[in-house]
Protein backbone atom coordinates (compact mmCIF):
# COMPACT_ATOMS: atom_id res chain seq x y z
CA UNK A 1 0.00 0.00 0.00
CA UNK A 2 1.31 3.39 -0.79
CA UNK A 3 1.87 6.34 1.56
CA UNK A 4 -1.24 7.91 0.09
CA UNK A 5 -3.49 4.80 0.55
CA UNK A 6 -2.02 5.11 4.06
CA UNK A 7 -3.08 8.48 4.43
CA UNK A 8 -6.79 7.94 2.73
CA UNK A 9 -7.00 5.07 4.62
CA UNK A 10 -6.41 6.63 8.05
CA UNK A 11 -8.94 9.48 6.95
CA UNK A 12 -11.79 6.82 6.56
CA UNK A 13 -10.65 4.95 9.68
CA UNK A 14 -10.46 8.87 11.87
CA UNK A 15 -14.15 9.22 10.31
CA UNK A 16 -15.85 5.80 10.93
CA UNK A 17 -17.34 7.29 14.83
CA UNK A 18 -20.75 6.82 14.23
CA UNK A 19 -21.04 3.10 14.59
CA UNK A 20 -22.92 1.57 17.47
CA UNK A 21 -20.13 0.39 19.34
CA UNK A 22 -17.38 2.53 18.94
CA UNK A 23 -14.65 2.76 21.71
CA UNK A 24 -12.92 5.83 21.97
CA UNK A 25 -10.10 4.60 23.48
CA UNK A 26 -9.53 1.99 20.70
CA UNK A 27 -9.76 5.06 18.35
CA UNK A 28 -7.52 7.39 19.67
CA UNK A 29 -5.02 4.64 19.77
CA UNK A 30 -5.83 3.98 16.81
CA UNK A 31 -4.57 7.69 15.48
CA UNK A 32 -1.44 7.23 17.41
CA UNK A 33 -0.50 4.16 15.83
CA UNK A 34 -1.26 5.35 12.41
CA UNK A 35 1.00 8.25 13.35
CA UNK A 36 4.11 6.44 13.92
CA UNK A 37 3.46 4.10 10.41
CA UNK A 38 3.06 7.11 8.32
CA UNK A 39 5.55 9.55 9.71
CA UNK A 40 7.96 7.28 10.21
CA UNK A 41 7.84 8.28 13.83
CA UNK A 42 9.17 6.53 17.41
CA UNK A 43 6.22 7.51 19.03
CA UNK A 44 3.17 9.63 19.18
CA UNK A 45 0.56 9.98 21.90
CA UNK A 46 -2.75 11.85 22.50
CA UNK A 47 -3.42 14.44 25.28
CA UNK A 48 -6.80 15.44 26.24
CA UNK A 49 -8.35 18.01 28.96
CA UNK A 50 -11.52 16.78 27.31
CA UNK A 51 -14.60 16.33 28.67
CA UNK A 52 -13.47 17.97 31.89
CA UNK A 53 -11.10 20.93 30.54
CA UNK A 54 -9.46 21.63 33.85
CA UNK A 55 -7.31 18.09 34.26
CA UNK A 56 -5.29 17.09 31.13
CA UNK A 57 -4.84 13.18 31.04
CA UNK A 58 -2.94 10.76 27.99
CA UNK A 59 -5.79 7.80 26.96
CA UNK A 60 -3.73 6.73 23.91
CA UNK A 61 -1.55 5.54 23.40
CA UNK A 62 -3.06 2.65 25.48
CA UNK A 63 -0.14 0.31 26.10
CA UNK A 64 2.56 3.02 26.11
CA UNK A 65 6.16 2.00 27.34
CA UNK A 66 7.90 2.48 30.01
CA UNK A 67 9.85 5.33 29.10
CA UNK A 68 7.25 7.29 27.15
CA UNK A 69 5.05 6.61 30.20
CA UNK A 70 7.16 8.47 32.08
CA UNK A 71 7.57 11.10 29.03
CA UNK A 72 3.81 11.68 29.52
CA UNK A 73 3.79 12.27 32.93
CA UNK A 74 5.91 15.28 32.46
CA UNK A 75 4.21 16.18 29.20
CA UNK A 76 0.83 16.62 30.88
CA UNK A 77 2.69 20.01 32.60
CA UNK A 78 4.75 21.66 30.05
CA UNK A 79 6.07 20.97 27.07
CA UNK A 80 5.30 20.70 22.85
CA UNK A 81 1.67 19.19 24.04
CA UNK A 82 0.88 21.61 26.58
CA UNK A 83 1.73 24.60 24.16
CA UNK A 84 -0.04 23.65 21.37
CA UNK A 85 -3.07 22.43 23.61
CA UNK A 86 -2.91 26.33 24.99
CA UNK A 87 -2.09 28.08 21.95
CA UNK A 88 -4.71 25.76 19.47
CA UNK A 89 -1.74 25.83 16.76
CA UNK A 90 0.90 23.27 15.72
CA UNK A 91 4.56 23.38 17.88
CA UNK A 92 7.80 22.44 15.90
CA UNK A 93 10.65 23.59 17.56
CA UNK A 94 12.88 21.22 16.20
CA UNK A 95 15.78 19.18 18.17
CA UNK A 96 14.90 18.68 21.60
CA UNK A 97 18.54 20.19 22.39
CA UNK A 98 17.05 23.46 20.90
CA UNK A 99 14.11 23.12 23.00
CA UNK A 100 12.67 26.49 25.24
CA UNK A 101 14.18 26.84 28.50
CA UNK A 102 10.74 26.18 30.28
CA UNK A 103 10.41 22.81 28.89
CA UNK A 104 13.25 21.51 31.17
CA UNK A 105 11.91 19.00 33.11
CA UNK A 106 9.91 17.40 30.05
CA UNK A 107 13.43 17.90 27.69
CA UNK A 108 15.54 16.05 30.32
CA UNK A 109 12.87 13.12 30.59
CA UNK A 110 12.46 12.95 26.81
CA UNK A 111 16.35 13.06 26.32
CA UNK A 112 16.76 10.14 28.65
CA UNK A 113 14.21 8.19 27.12
CA UNK A 114 16.09 8.34 23.67
CA UNK A 115 13.88 11.09 21.61
CA UNK A 116 16.33 14.01 19.73
CA UNK A 117 13.06 15.71 18.47
CA UNK A 118 9.58 16.64 19.60
CA UNK A 119 6.16 18.32 18.08
CA UNK A 120 3.00 18.42 18.58
CA UNK A 121 -0.44 20.28 16.67
CA UNK A 122 -3.67 20.76 18.51
CA UNK A 123 -6.75 18.64 18.22
CA UNK A 124 -9.61 21.73 17.53
CA UNK A 125 -12.46 22.18 15.82
CA UNK A 126 -13.00 26.17 14.95
CA UNK A 127 -11.52 28.02 17.99
CA UNK A 128 -11.84 25.04 20.36
CA UNK A 129 -8.96 23.10 21.55
CA UNK A 130 -9.61 19.63 23.35
CA UNK A 131 -6.27 18.62 23.54
CA UNK A 132 -3.03 17.52 21.71
CA UNK A 133 -1.03 15.11 19.43
CA UNK A 134 2.26 14.81 20.74
CA UNK A 135 5.01 13.71 18.00
CA UNK A 136 8.55 12.42 19.12
CA UNK A 137 11.60 10.83 17.04
CA UNK A 138 14.81 9.32 18.23
CA UNK A 139 16.71 9.83 14.69
CA UNK A 140 17.01 13.77 15.01
CA UNK A 141 14.78 14.52 12.12
CA UNK A 142 12.55 16.85 12.34
CA UNK A 143 9.40 16.39 10.82
CA UNK A 144 8.81 17.85 7.01
CA UNK A 145 6.28 20.65 6.99
CA UNK A 146 4.27 18.57 4.93
CA UNK A 147 3.79 15.74 7.39
CA UNK A 148 2.95 18.14 9.86
CA UNK A 149 0.43 19.17 8.03
CA UNK A 150 -1.25 16.26 7.36
CA UNK A 151 -0.57 15.33 11.27
CA UNK A 152 -2.70 18.59 12.13
CA UNK A 153 -5.20 17.20 9.59
CA UNK A 154 -5.27 13.73 11.20
CA UNK A 155 -5.72 15.97 14.86
CA UNK A 156 -8.56 17.91 13.08
CA UNK A 157 -10.54 15.11 11.81
CA UNK A 158 -9.81 12.97 15.17
CA UNK A 159 -10.92 16.35 17.22
CA UNK A 160 -14.33 16.19 14.56
CA UNK A 161 -15.28 12.30 14.87
CA UNK A 162 -14.88 12.68 18.82
CA UNK A 163 -17.14 15.31 19.25
CA UNK A 164 -19.47 13.73 16.76
CA UNK A 165 -19.19 10.34 18.84
CA UNK A 166 -20.05 12.48 21.70
CA UNK A 167 -23.36 14.76 20.28
CA UNK A 168 -24.73 11.62 18.46
CA UNK A 169 -24.40 8.88 20.38
CA UNK A 170 -25.60 8.95 24.22
CA UNK A 171 -22.69 11.37 25.59
CA UNK A 172 -22.85 9.02 28.99
CA UNK A 173 -21.28 6.80 26.98
CA UNK A 174 -18.07 8.53 25.39
CA UNK A 175 -17.41 10.40 28.67
CA UNK A 176 -17.11 7.32 30.84
CA UNK A 177 -14.65 5.80 28.28
CA UNK A 178 -12.50 8.88 28.61
CA UNK A 179 -12.91 9.08 32.47
CA UNK A 180 -11.74 5.56 32.84
CA UNK A 181 -8.64 6.20 30.26
CA UNK A 182 -5.91 5.66 33.11
CA UNK A 183 -7.94 2.51 34.69
CA UNK A 184 -8.46 1.07 31.25
CA UNK A 185 -4.70 1.47 30.81
CA UNK A 186 -3.72 -0.59 33.75
CA UNK A 187 -5.97 -3.26 32.86
CA UNK A 188 -4.98 -3.54 29.39
CA UNK A 189 -1.37 -3.50 30.89
CA UNK A 190 -2.12 -6.62 32.92
CA UNK A 191 -4.11 -8.20 30.62
CA UNK A 192 -1.19 -7.78 27.98
CA UNK A 193 1.51 -9.15 30.82
CA UNK A 194 -0.39 -12.09 31.82
CA UNK A 195 -0.92 -12.94 27.93
CA UNK A 196 2.57 -12.42 27.41
CA UNK A 197 3.82 -14.50 30.08
CA UNK A 198 0.96 -17.13 29.64
CA UNK A 199 2.35 -17.56 25.79
CA UNK A 200 5.38 -16.89 25.99
CA UNK A 201 5.21 -13.73 23.53
CA UNK A 202 6.56 -10.37 23.22
CA UNK A 203 4.73 -7.66 25.13
CA UNK A 204 4.05 -5.93 21.45
CA UNK A 205 2.13 -9.50 20.42
CA UNK A 206 -0.31 -9.35 23.17
CA UNK A 207 -1.58 -6.59 23.11
CA UNK A 208 -2.02 -7.11 18.67
CA UNK A 209 -3.63 -10.25 20.22
CA UNK A 210 -6.08 -8.48 22.83
CA UNK A 211 -6.92 -5.70 20.19
CA UNK A 212 -7.72 -8.16 17.47
CA UNK A 213 -9.66 -10.40 19.70
CA UNK A 214 -11.80 -6.93 20.96
CA UNK A 215 -12.32 -6.09 17.25
CA UNK A 216 -13.54 -9.08 16.29
CA UNK A 217 -16.03 -9.61 19.21
CA UNK A 218 -17.01 -5.83 18.88
CA UNK A 219 -16.46 -5.52 22.56
CA UNK A 220 -14.36 -3.37 24.25
CA UNK A 221 -10.18 -3.31 24.58
CA UNK A 222 -10.80 -2.70 28.35
CA UNK A 223 -13.91 -5.20 28.84
CA UNK A 224 -11.80 -7.95 27.06
CA UNK A 225 -8.76 -6.84 29.44
CA UNK A 226 -11.18 -7.54 32.17
CA UNK A 227 -12.10 -10.89 30.92
CA UNK A 228 -8.80 -12.07 30.65
CA UNK A 229 -8.12 -11.24 33.93
CA UNK A 230 -10.95 -12.74 35.35
CA UNK A 231 -11.19 -15.90 33.31
CA UNK A 232 -7.41 -16.39 32.78
CA UNK A 233 -8.15 -16.55 28.99
CA UNK A 234 -8.49 -15.10 26.02
CA UNK A 235 -10.18 -17.74 23.74
CA UNK A 236 -12.93 -18.35 26.28
CA UNK A 237 -16.36 -17.70 25.34
CA UNK A 238 -15.90 -13.45 24.47
CA UNK A 239 -17.40 -10.82 27.46
CA UNK A 240 -21.21 -9.41 26.98
CA UNK A 241 -21.31 -7.03 23.49
CA UNK A 242 -21.32 -3.47 23.88
CA UNK A 243 -24.83 -2.00 25.26
CA UNK A 244 -26.86 -0.51 22.68
CA UNK A 245 -26.64 3.24 22.31
CA UNK A 246 -29.37 5.57 22.67
CA UNK A 247 -29.42 7.52 20.00
CA UNK A 248 -32.54 9.68 20.69
CA UNK A 249 -31.69 12.09 23.32
CA UNK A 250 -28.46 13.34 24.14
CA UNK A 251 -26.86 14.75 27.63
Request: net charge negative; aromatic share 6%; charged share 20%.
Amino acid sequence: MSREEEIARTFVELADTLIQDFDVIDFLHQLTARCREIFALTDAAVLLAYPEPEHMYSPAPCDPSPALARVLDVALREGPALEAYRTAAPVAPGELVHAPADWERFTARAREAGYTYAAAVPMRLRQQSLGALLLLSSNGTPLPAQDLSTAQAFADAATIGLIHARTLQHAGTVNQQLHTALHSRILIEQAKGYLSAQRGISLNDAFTALRGHARHHRVLLTTTAQHVLTTGSLTAAPPAGRPPTDTSSTE
